[in-house]
């Protein structure tokens, strides 16, 4: 069993003792995911799996987030906000705009000049920031670096 589930389990006892209802939801839904995933593989999930669930979990909130804001639902909004600040908690830190930037600056130097496009960039950068960084932020920075 990963490290990740453990914390999780174990924050979970927390916040039941408690009585943190949003913290306590939020991570029976993390754990019913890495549960999920692990019926859908057949297997037990390595470290780097379970982080994927947790992230596909924080991007499904910022997307709830966005839609509820547009709506004016603030109420709704600032439950998914609270949802996904618990969950980006077990993420590794997230690289800044400018470390992003230096890390595609030098990725497409390496490119061939006739290779460089958005689709190539994104192919090359991608697998490097792959969990540091959003991929939305990494594909507005290379499309600006291509410009």
């Known amino acids: 069993m990963a490290a990740l589930k453990d914390r999780l389990s174990s924050e979970l006892k ?16 993390a754990l019913s995911g890495f ?10 999930l390595t470290e780097d799996e ?3 669930v947790v992230r596909r979990l924080v991007k499904q909130r ?15 909004a600032e439950k998914e ?11 590794p830190q997230q690289k800044s705009a ?5 890390i595609v600056t030098a990725i497409l130097a390496e490119l061939p000049p006739d290779g460089r496009n958005q689709g190539a960039a994104m192919k090359a950068v991608m697998p ?14 290379v499309t600006e670096e291509l410009a």
């Open 81 to 91: 906000r609270a949802e996904r600040d618990i969950l980006a908690a077990y993420l």
């Open 14 to 29: 927390d916040a039941m003792k408690a009585r943190d209802q949003m913290r306590l939801d939020t991570l029976r839904s």
């Open 128 to 141: 490097k920031l792959k969990g540091l960084a959003d991929g939305n932020l990494v594909r507005q920075i």
């Open 62 to 76: 910022n997307d709830s987030l966005a839609e509820f804001e547009k709506a004016g639902r603030t109420d709704l």
């Open 50 to 52: 379970e982080l994927d």
């Open 98 to 102: 400018e470390e992003v930037r230096a």
């Open 35 to 44: 549960t999920y995933k692990r019926t859908e593989a057949g297997k037990d």
